[in-house]
């Protein structure tokens, strides 16, 4: 395992954010885990959470730290040029999380709590990646492990490390 000091920055930029969320708790818990993990940007795509529900779950209250974009969908999504947009799905054309290759520079989108990522976002995505497991997880759960990988995987140091 990578043993990183404190304030070491991976190199390369990540931003994460959820189709049509819909549990303040889980936007929050999205936000505060994002904000831990050093995350550039945290977005929402067709959500229709009020801001004050979201900042009574986020205890560390990213939002005064980290970019917080709300669109209303994939199409009125912008990202950074060079940018690389990363469904998080249970689906059947998705690389295993331990074998993805995570690009420099991404914006991970995980599906809605109940449903899977809309047909037009999974069309939109440079990749999907799925987390192995028997069943799906919480989300914000899906969330801190792709970002945990990431950090693994890229370090402070910045290129793919070896398991």
Known sequence: MANFRKGEAMRGYFGVGSERISKPMNLGAVMRTAHAFGASFIFTLGSRMKARDVALADTSKSESHVPLYEWGGVDDMVLPKGCRLVGVELDERAVDLPNFRHPLNAAYLLGPERG?????????????????????????VAAAIVMYDRMIRLGALGGERRR
Request: aromatic letters at 4%; a neutral charge.
């Open 116 to 140: 899977d990522l809309s047909d037009a976002a999974k069309e939109k995505c440079d990749s999907i990646v799925k987390i192995p497991t028997r069943f799906c997880v919480n989300l914000s």
